[in-house]
């Protein structure tokens, strides 16, 4: 297995020395960097530092989590675990991995356990594939405006399963939008253009 | 970039033809001779320091610009980030959509194409429109009484009040999904599209789509990284006192 560089920006020793805890448990993990504070100017992400994974808490985003934003855009958002005190939606929202502070023991090997198996077999990403047949149907409910709320009680499933479904959909297609999503099921015949309205 | 306000004009223009697009915000026009950046800035009646920090900016996306984090440069600011809003409005925009407007397909299968790509781009056009209104009639203003109050105001307690109603932290957010609608579009033209028949135009609809992300990432990169914490940390001064 190849090396895992990461760099740990956080604050608070305890938590510090207990992700080191943590990957003791794993071969292979370097700690680069780790960071403590953040001067008024420096930018972990701008800094020329090589890394495989970036562990950052969020209270170093403090008030400008936009800043910090636009500087990650542009790397790629699974090289990033924040940790947090608390949940807030912009979690959920940004950053694909998030572990927060009273996070179960088995809920934080798995999300380790998933990232490092994406970086060792470099699948980190599905490219090109094709839709299921599943995700042809989701596609079209939303291609037709339909809520997530909708779609889960049109074709009789949770709410949070349309949006796990929504997400592969996006990964598969590069497209995010629900205008971008309609053109491309209209383009597909998966609807037509006068359904779309 | 070495950028000295000594240099010729025309010389920042070889070394980076995209400026063009921020020339043209200032109502540069081309054709300046000889004359050097503190010149042409002069005749324009510009703040060449202003001027070369935003070349700056726009050259360097990890530069930290320590000048336009002052106090003193943000009307500047503002007026520019004005200025890029009508250049994507009432001519990057338009433009793009003329160019799609060309597309042509031959056969009946992909005759809806055009029609299809024009509703999204519409879509596009006006979520950018909505978003650049909002700044300019709530954001923007905002930001002025702030940097007015704190600059003089003081004993204004009518502008006090009216500061306190809104905080600069309520903005911002949408930036992520502007950036999503040109991403989708690249990407839909990129793998989805069938291709016209004047095959050209869509290397230009692209060339263009690239571009215009690029100077609105920059745009929001001064907004957010700028105007924000400087104004917010004016507001926090405000309600302190
Ligand atoms: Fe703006
Ligand atoms: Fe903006």
Known sequence: ?197 | MDLLKTRKFSSIIHENYLLTSIIYRFGIKLGFGDKTIEQVCAEYKIDSDFFLEIIKVFTDKNYISESLLMNKNIPFTIDYLSKSHSYYNKVKIPFIESLINEMTWKDEGNKNNKEILKKFFNNYRKEVGEHTKNEELVVYPHCLDVYKYHLKGKNDLQLKEKIKKYSIKNYAEKHEELNASLLDLKNIIIKYLPPPENNLITEQILYEIFRLEKDMEDHTRIEDTILVPVISKMEQEILKN
Do not use: P
């Open chain 1, 1 to 197: 297995m190849e090396e895992i560089k990461i760099i740990l920006a956080e604050k608070s020793y305890i938590i510090r020395e207990g992700l080191k805890k943590i990957f003791s448990g794993y071969h292979s993990i370097i700690i680069e960097k780790e960071i403590t504070e953040l001067s008024k100017n420096t930018n972990v992400l701008s800094e020329k530092l090589k890394y495989d994974l970036l562990i950052i808490n969020s209270d170093f985003f403090e008030n400008s989590l936009n800043v910090f934003k636009t500087q990650f855009k542009k790397n790629d958002s699974s090289k990033i675990v924040v940790i947090s005190y608390k949940y807030f939606d912009d979690l959920e929202r940004f950053f694909e991995n998030y572990i927060l502070i009273n996070e179960t023991k088995q809920n934080i090997e798995k999300i380790f356990q998933e990232i490092f198996n994406k970086k060792s077999t470099g699948k980190s990403e599905i490219h090109d594939e094709e839709l299921s047949t599943r995700e042809k149907e989701i596609l079209k409910e939303i291609a037709l405006g339909n809520t997530n709320k909708e779609i889960a009680e049109n074709l009789f499933i949770s709410s949070h399963t349309v949006i796990t479904h929504r997400k592969n959909i996006t990964k598969k297609l590069g497209i995010k939008t629900v205008s971008g999503l309609t053109v491309y099921a209209i383009l597909n015949n998966i609807i037509s253009i006068e359904e779309a309205k």
